[in-house]
């Protein structure tokens, strides 16, 4: 039984919704402020898969791209040894140069820590909070996610609404 996410910009929110069978049409409205058209997001699980038509369409990037990035992601992180961060850091690399997706500024400085080595608990503690308040990826075409004027990563509603 599948569930979707949708994200209303008015609310910028993202909303999950459950559906009893595959239903890559309908598109509900907004559950909070009732906007009568969410966008459909890509859940990370389901890019490795078949890509499904208008996933993505509100994003300046390229599926086709994006899906070989998530692809080979897939396939690297299965051999990868989850006690070395340089190997973390190494696949994260390969995925923003191969999507064009660009890194906000503490993001990129925690990215560097473990390139360098360091722990990835003990940078998470560190600078949690500041990488909670940007914008961790930068989509190709924006700004960076720094100064007054960042944008906020959606607020992720925990209900689940029928579609």
């Known amino acids: 039984m599948p569930i979707y996410e949708f994200y209303c910009k008015d609310c910028h ?8 069978r595959v239903n890559t049409k309908k598109i509900p ?8 058209e969410l966008s459909k997001q890509v859940s990370v699980f389901a ?5 499904e038509e208008n996933t993505m369409d509100d994003l300046p990037i390229d599926e086709s791209k994006m899906e070989k990035a998530m692809e ?9 040894n ?10 994260m690399r390969k995925l923003t140069d191969m999507t ?5 500024q503490n993001m990129e400085e925690a990215l ?3 390139e360098r080595g360091e722990d990835p608990e003990k940078i998470e ?19 960076g996610g720094k100064g007054p004027g960042k944008k906020l990563a959606p607020k992720k509603d925990e209900t689940l609404y029928d579609l």
């Open 13 to 20: 929110t993202i909303f999950n919704f459950f559906s009893a």
């Open 29 to 36: 409205g907004c559950p909070k402020c009732k906007n009568p």
């Open 47 to 51: 890019v490795t898969g078949r890509a």
């Open 72 to 80: 080979m992601m897939a396939k690297e992180a299965e051999n990868i």
């Open 82 to 91: 989850e006690e070395d961060p340089r190997q973390a850091a190494k696949l």
């Open 100 to 104: 064009g997706v660009g890194l906000g």
């Open 112 to 114: 560097a820590r473990m």
């Open 125 to 143: 503690a560190e600078m949690g909070d500041l990488m909670n308040d940007e914008e961790p990826f930068i989509l190709p075409g924006k700004k």
